[in-house]
């Protein structure tokens, strides 16, 4: 069974501070996603990694993959009131189906 | 520019009940996934169909839960006898495509209480 640990699961700090999520399994996905999940809305996504060692950035947020498709890290720098969410990782496992594992996610405050 | 459509978005149901969730994906994604996710838990994966086929039903409970795509309108996801334990979060997501690293985009999911 594949699965995906997210840590930590609860961060709260203050506005304009960086933070990093991080997203850890022992297996090998074939693509990762990043979603925001906000109270009494589904999942929205953020962004796909698929290639190890990828980087991508949106906004102030930037996405890692690992270079051996095991893990995975969101950075937010110069957090906002308005980045407060869950965020939560989830893994494509391939084979051509897109049967997502998700992390438990990480709840985040960030105080004015 | 609409996404993927579930109703009700609440729905409630005494012990014994039938529920019925229904989904419509997004335009031309003929792809459909269910998860279901528990009070303080992540999303877990329950049923992937295509149009007419059930391509993978391993997170399915074995008894009272089925779901459908057919060939015209939404899918649905049908609990028989529903008790308290089945109260959740039920999403429903679709892609384009089947393959490898094709982004899948949820709806805002339906919110089931049995009482």
């Known amino acids: 069974t594949q699965l995906l640990e997210q840590s930590p699961q609860f961060l709260s700090i203050q506005e304009g501070e960086n933070l990093t999520v991080y997203c850890n399994s022992s297996s090998v996905f074939s693509s990762l996603q990043w979603y925001r999940q906000e109270p009494g809305e589904g999942p929205v996504l953020l962004v796909t990694v698929v290639t190890g060692g990828e980087v991508k950035k949106l906004k102030r947020l930037t996405f890692q993959f690992g270079d051996a498709r095991k893990d995975s890290s969101l950075h937010i720098t110069a957090a906002q009131p308005g980045d407060t969410g869950l965020y939560l990782c989830?893994?494509?496992?391939?084979?051509?189906?897109?049967?997502?594992?998700f992390g438990q996610g990480t709840r985040l405050t960030i105080n004015p | 520019n609409a996404g993927v459509m579930q109703n009700p978005r609440h729905l409630v149901r005494r012990r014994g009940q039938e529920a019925r969730l229904r989904c419509s994906p997004m335009k031309g994604h003929s792809h459909v996934y269910w998860y279901r996710q528990l009070p303080e838990e992540g999303l877990k994966f329950m049923v992937y169909l295509q149009k007419e086929n059930i391509i993978d039903e391993s997170g399915m409970p074995k008894e009272r839960f089925s779901a459908e795509f057919p060939k015209e309108g939404p899918s649905i996801l049908r609990i028989q006898q529903v008790v308290r334990g089945d109260s959740a979060a039920y999403f429903c997501?679709?892609?384009?495509?089947?393959?490898?690293?094709?982004?899948?985009?949820f709806g805002q999911g339906t919110r089931l209480t049995v009482v």
């Open positions: 997501a679709s892609s384009r495509t089947g393959n490898e690293n094709t982004e899948a985009f």
């Open positions: 989830a893994g494509a496992p391939g084979g051509g189906a897109q049967k997502l594992v």
